[in-house]
């Protein structure tokens, strides 16, 4: 008999947030994150510190998310949890804990994988007036992740189109790195761009075939800019912070968009998504508001709570699978890099 609530308590940990959320069918009732601000003055994550910072925080966080969506144990359906890609030291923090629960409880366990999360999570209830319709392109732009995607189903992604270096946060993050700011530095960026002027300053844009991106060159032109101007003005980065800041934005969010636009022409797939952390970007989702209206695309804005990592997309990709039972066993272990291809993209 089909259930007319399901109750799934997912768990994510692939990075540096550690995040459990509480849903309810497709709505969410708790979506609680704790952040690590230990990685701040390193420049990115330290893979050994951000397991250590998991372990103290799974307990509370899934005991805060637990109450805050107002249930229970023996109300859960499910424990759902992300399985890869990600920080093997970090993954094992959520999987093991969510294997224990399941175990203990004896409910089913679903795993996810972190990227699909990213994507399903459109389709949690109260963003969109409708989700969007089957088939749909998402681009997928996060710290370790810049995809094309061609959605056929919950159950078939295909990536059409990926970065061959370097993803599209890691470009925002080391961009600012250089310039002495702190770690995640994609959101800096975007308040500091806002204040620039983006033509003052050229940067290389990559130029690389098919759908498929590349960053590590635009970074490089980046860091000689930069290098040869300190040395004709020690201060050069603080005067020119905010051109800076604007310049390597505009260059990604050109980048990104101009392989969306032939994506589009290429699939005759005219709704349009985006998702993961970059998707929090301002001068991202203008263009992608502003390209749709002027090509007729129907397009697809995560809310911002749902764009950077959390478990709240892990609990709807967990609903898809619950549905169709489909459950792990308890020998489930984390996977560190992708694991599918889609035809034809190595
Ligand atoms: O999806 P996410 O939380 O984690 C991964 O799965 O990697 O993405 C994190 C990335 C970081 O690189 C961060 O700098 C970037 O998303 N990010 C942004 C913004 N907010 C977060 N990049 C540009 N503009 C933003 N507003
Ligand atoms: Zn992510």
């Known amino acids: 008999m089909k259930r007319e609530r399901i109750y799934i308590l ?23 994150i704790a952040n690590q601000k230990v990685h701040e003055e390193y420049g990115g994550v330290v893979p050994e510190l951000a397991s250590r910072a998991h372990q103290q925080h799974i307990v509370p966080v899934v005991t805060s998310a637990m109450k805050h969506g107002g249930i229970t144990n023996d109300m859960l359906d499910a424990v759902a949890f992300t399985r890869g890609p990600g920080l093997i030291g970090s993954l094992l923090v959520g999987v093991s804990f969510a294997k224990s629960l399941a175990l203990a409880l004896r409910i089913p366990l679903v795993e996810v994988d972190h990227l699909e999360a990213h994507v399903l999570a459109h389709f949690i209830e109260g963003q969109h007036p409708i989700p ?18 061609r959605v056929e189903s919950p159950f078939s992604l295909d990536i059409i189109g990926h970065t061959i270096d370097d993803a599209a946060g890691e470009a925002f993050d080391k961009a600012a790195k250089i310039m002495g700011l702190p770690y995640p530095g994609g959101p800096l960026i975007d308040k500091l761009a806002s204040e620039g002027d983006p033509t003052v300053i050229p940067l290389a844009k990559p130029n690389i075939p098919d759908l498929d991106y590349s960053f590590s060159g635009l970074k490089t032109s980046f860091l000689y800019h930069i290098r040869d101007n300190l040395v004709k003005n020690p201060g050069y980065i603080q005067q020119n912070m905010n051109n800076l800041a604007a310049a390597m934005q505009k260059a990604i969010i050109e980048t990104l968009m101009a392989k969306l636009i032939k994506a589009v022409k290429a699939t005759g797939i005219r709704h349009v998504a985006i998702a993961g952390g970059v998707s929090a970007n301002s001068s991202l989702r203008k263009a992608l508001t502003e390209t749709g209206h002027a090509r007729g695309w129907h397009i697809y804005i995560p809310e911002f709570r749902y764009t950077t990592d959390n478990a709240a ?26 694991v599918k291809r889609a035809s034809g993209n190595p």
Not at 313 to 334: C, E, N, T
């Open 10 to 32: 997912a768990i994510e940990s692939s990075c540096d947030d550690t995040s459990a959320a509480v849903l309810c069918n497709n709505r969410v009732l708790s979506n609680v």
């Open 313 to 338: 997309m892990i609990g709807i990709a967990a609903l898809f699978k619950y549905q169709q039972s489909i459950f792990s066993g308890q020998d489930a272990v984390p996977y560190a890099s992708s």
């Open 132 to 149: 969007p319709p089957f088939p749909f392109l998402c681009l997928t732009v996060s710290g370790g992740h810049t995809q094309i995607i």
